[in-house]
């Protein structure tokens, strides 16, 4: 089972000047459950800030799962959601 939650932080320009950069210190924020649960990743433009339907920037997927007007407390309460779904899920054999 994978017991890790991808967290990728869009650094394009236009997140970036919505207030992406300070996402980046994100691992210093981490709180202790997550600290080695999550691997945090910059990423170039993700594509979607040109399209007001997928919100406001600075982007972030977690899982893959896009969010918008994210902060570092919406995308730790996603990386929690995403363990939990996880782990309520199916088991290992
Ligand atoms: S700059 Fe972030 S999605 Fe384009």
Redesign the pocket.
Known sequence: MNTSVTVEI???????VMG?GHLLNLSEELPARLKDRVDLRGAH??????DPQNGK???ARVDQKLLSDVSIESIIAACDRALADREGGAHAI
């Open positions: 869009c650094t394009g320009t236009t997140c970036f992406a433009c993700l594509g979607v800030c040109n920037p600075p982007f």
